[in-house]
């Protein structure tokens, strides 16, 4: 892997954030139930850390060389509370095994000053794939 791979799967990275901002704005506004109704409290302060990863996917991007992506990929609606938050799930244990892989791979290229900024996301991503869990019983 070269260093132009790894601004590639960032941007990749970057993309899947924009998509978590996004449906998880959505399905904020569209889930119902008394039974989420704590959930979707927590599900605010995701928006804003999903925004920050995003921020910092972008400094990072900058910092390597790239121009940060634009690009949001397609996001799943919000039909019912189960299948909304099912899909805030996967994308979120998706997003948890690329950080694994992306921090493995800025060590690889000697880029420890990059690994270390993908390192609080991947903490908070590993909350957020928790909370889910938890709240859909999994």
């Known amino acids: 892997m070269d260093k132009q791979k790894l601004i590639d799967l960032m941007n ?20 119902k139930g008394a039974e989420y109704m704590a959930l979707l409290e927590e599900l605010k302060s995701h ?12 400094e990072q991007i900058d ?4 121009t940060p992506s634009t690009t949001v990929p397609h996001v ?15 994308l979120e244990r998706n997003q948890l095994e690329r950080y ?11 880029l420890d000053d990059v690994a270390e900024a993908i390192r609080p996301i991947l903490q908070q991503t590993q909350d957020h ?3 889910l869990e938890t709240a859909l019983g999994s």
């Open 100 to 110: 694994r892989e992306r921090i493995d791979q800025a060590r690889d290229l000697k």
């Open 63 to 66: 910092f390597l060389g790239g």
């Open 12 to 31: 990749e990275d970057l993309e899947t954030e924009y998509r978590s901002i996004v449906q998880y704005v959505t399905h904020l506004a569209t889930v």
């Open 129 to 131: 794939v928790m909370e």
């Open 47 to 58: 928006v804003s850390q999903e925004l920050e990863h995003a921020l910092t996917l972008a």
């Open 76 to 90: 799943s609606g919000g039909a019912d509370a189960k299948r909304a938050l099912t899909a805030d799930l996967e």
